[in-house]
T-cell receptor, first 110, second 113 residues
Framework: DAGVTQSPTHLIKTRGQQVTLRCSPK?????VSWYQQALGQGPQFIFQ???????QRGNFPDRFSGHQFPNYSSELNVNALLLGDSALYLC?????????FGQGTRLTVV | QKEVEQDPGPLSVPEGAIVSLNCTYS??????FMWYRQYSRKGPELLMY????GNKEDGRFTAQVDKSSKYISLFIRDSQPSDSATYLC?????????????FGTGTRLKVLA
């Protein structure tokens, strides 16, 4: 079992650009959540997808959007990047039970 | 006031010591309590998961939840240098994995050989 996989592992973007991050959930998991972790902070909930729909959303602006595909994989899109969007973006998958996290995508906005 | 408070540390202990890590919270609706370990530049790894109040033990790790005090703890016995990491507490109002987690800021632990 490959666990939760995220791609890419690192990327650098310029302020104002758009970025797409990808997540493949652990086998058998149908729910995907995205979190943003700034340096020295705990992860902050962005949103959760279940059955291809956004089920919950945290306090993040509309610049953050997502999608879940029929195979349960998910994408996180961020438009009009700001310097403050620089963080580790974590994907977590679950099926009724506790959530398991991927290794994250480190996004740097310059 | 943050919903979940956690001392950021760093906490330095000698190898073999018993480590106590703690979180307090303000929202009595939290029912599920998790502890994650996060190595530098890696994703969080689930260590313990507890529902409601009580204790749970797994090897060298013991998790305690006191809902009356809104206080949770993680104890690590016979600590090893490989335990050096950031420990995150997380809480959820409904079934874990089906509802958002609220995390503490994490406590950095360093176990000295």
């Amino acid at each position: 079992d490959a666990g939760v996989t995220q791609s890419p592992t690192h990327l650098i973007k310029t302020r104002g650009q758009q970025v797409t991050l990808r997540c493949s959930p652990k086998s058998g998991h149908d729910t995907v959540s995205w979190y943003q972790q700034a340096l020295g902070q705990g992860p902050q909930f962005i949103f959760q997808y279940y059955e291809e729909e956004e089920r919950q959303r945290g306090n993040f602006p509309d610049r953050f959007s997502g999608h879940q595909f029929p195979n349960y994989s998910s994408e996180l899109n961020v438009n009009a990047l700001l310097l403050g969007d620089s963080a580790l973006y974590l994907c977590a998958s679950s099926f009724i039970g506790e959530a398991f996290f991927g290794q994250g995508t480190r996004l740097t906005v310059v | 006031q943050k919903e979940v408070e956690q001392d950021p540390g760093p906490l330095s202990v000698p190898e073999g010591a018993i480590v106590s890590l703690n979180c307090t919270y303000s929202n009595s609706a939290f029912q599920y309590f998790m502890w994650y370990r996060q190595y530098s530049r890696k994703g969080p790894e689930l260590l313990m998961y507890t529902y409601s109040s009580g204790n749970k033990e797994d090897g060298r790790f013991t998790a305690q939840v006191d809902k009356s005090s809104k206080y949770i703890s993680l104890f690590i016995r016979d600590s090893q240098p490989s335990d050096s990491a950031t420990y995150l507490c997380a809480m959820s109002k409904r079934g874990p994995g089906t509802y958002k987690y609220i995390f503490g800021t994490g406590t950095r632990l360093k176990v000295l050989a």
